[in-house]
């Protein structure tokens, strides 16, 4: 079996099976995770000898049943120290949690597959003669 493909199904490939890789990632997090409630403190209460570098810092504090207070820094400049907060972490590593919102949890994800949609679309847009249609020989 033969498949045609030319710049335009390169590119959308690509950004397909980028995307999926994100959404696999997110949604393993939503699907394996737990919600809890927390509050936004001001991260040089955490440590009083950084509170200089970090007095401008937030973070979300919250309880886990079996280690207790867990951290997660707040990257989202809207949120305010007293403010509650979910806070979604994985039931398997509680150190990764995120603050539950569009921004920390979804927005930042995105951001980071900016890169690797940058470096997809230099080769696929540049290298790839836009005239040129492959052929693809599958196994089966």
């Not at 390169?10 to 990632?25: A, D, E, R, S, V």
Request: overall charge positive; glycine content about 6%; charged content about 15%.
């Amino acid at each position: 079996m033969t498949i045609k493909i030319n710049r335009t199904g390169i590119f959308l490939l690509g950004t397909l099976i980028i995307y999926t890789f994100y959404l696999q990632n997110r949604l393993k997090i939503v699907f394996g995770g737990t919600v809890v409630s927390a509050e936004i403190i001001s991260a040089a209460d955490v440590n009083e000898g950084w509170s200089k570098n970090f007095s401008h810092r937030t973070c979300a504090k919250f309880e886990h049943p079996l280690l207790g207070e867990i951290y997660t820094d707040n990257p989202d400049k809207e949120l305010h120290i007293g403010d509650k907060v979910d806070v979604l972490y994985l039931n398997k590593s509680p150190a990764i949690a995120y603050i539950y919102n569009f921004t920390n949890f979804w927005m930042v994800g995105l951001m980071i597959t900016i890169i690797p949609m940058l470096l997809w679309t230099s080769f696929a847009l540049g290298y790839v003669n836009p005239k040129k249609v492959i052929q693809l020989k599958l196994p089966f």
